[in-house]
């Protein structure tokens, strides 16, 4: 009787103790570098920290020339505070072009999905782009990633074309922490 009662009270403690945590999601840094032949030397990336909690994610590009084609690379890569990085998901080619002039890919379905309310309408249409390309304050969903475990997650995203093989590369890191309480 006596161990049911002290188990008991050890689950109590420890369901406080989660329940007294907050999930967070965030933006630790993100790094941009660009070949220049198709966006030209106008891009910027940035994090805003908006409390301990938020910051959000912008990248501003601006496309000097007609861009008829538009693949991008994604590898993500996952590590608990200690280890290392663990890839993921590799050796993911998507052709933006194709997928918004009708082609469907599970991928960028996915990826889309997830960040659907943070893409510009005019990210949204067919080849060519040109001009101005904003992405501003993208957040993580916190509903989205509780089924993931807490850690660090690395995302390496390359865009290029056949012309160009750097258009943009955007290494961003952000942190997952108690998430997986969101499931109770």
Known sequence: MKKVKY????????????????????????????????LGADYKCFIRAYDRKVAKLSVLVTFEKHCYEALFSFVASYKQTTSRYYRTIINNTVDLCAYFGGTKNILIEWIINVIWKELPRSFLHPCPYFGPFPLHNITINLEFFSNFPDGIYLVHLRFFNKNDSNMLTVDTVFEIKGTNLLNF
């Open 7 to 38: 188990m008991t009270t050890v689950l109590i403690i420890i369901i406080i103790i989660y329940s007294s945590q907050e999930a967070t999601a965030r933006f630790k840094s993100v790094k941009c570098s660009s070949s220049n032949q198709t």
